[in-house]
């Protein structure tokens, strides 16, 4: 069993960082899979990037935000730059030590672990 906390979010302006954090306990984390994803106010969940043997991004993430990870500290960070009011959302870290497909990732079922998310709110 694996527990996951998000923490770094936050109210920041259009053009601002921000470093999410994703806290695991409970086993090793190191052959996990970890991905986030995020929810705005009455949208689905989406896919934001994975960190696993390389990283993958959305479109809208990609060139912005940067995923990686320390296993020594069990923590998986997302380094988000240049943010944009449309990144406002609450931001979920997931894992699983199943293997994922390159088809998978961005599927909310290829995870078994969830955090309980961080609120990022980007203001104009």
């Known amino acids: 069993q694996v527990q996951l906390v998000e923490s770094g979010g936050g109210l920041v302006q259009a053009g601002d960082s921000l470093r999410l954090s994703c806290a695991a306990s409970?086993?090793?984390?190191?052959?996990?899979?970890v991905a986030w994803f995020r929810q705005a106010p009455g949208k689905e969940r989406e896919f934001v990037a994975w960190s696993g043997s390389s990283a993958y991004y959305a479109v809208s993430a990609k060139g912005r935000f940067t995923c990686s990870r320390d296993n020594a500290k069990n923590t998986v960070y997302l380094q988000m730059n240049s943010l944009k009011p449309e990144d406002t959302a609450v931001y979920y870290c997931a894992a699983s030590s199943r293997y994922t497909s390159n088809s998978a990732i961005a599927m909310l079922s290829s995870y078994d672990y969830w955090g309980q998310g961080t609120q990022v709110t980007v203001s104009s």
């Open positions: 409970g086993r090793t984390f190191s052959g996990y899979r």
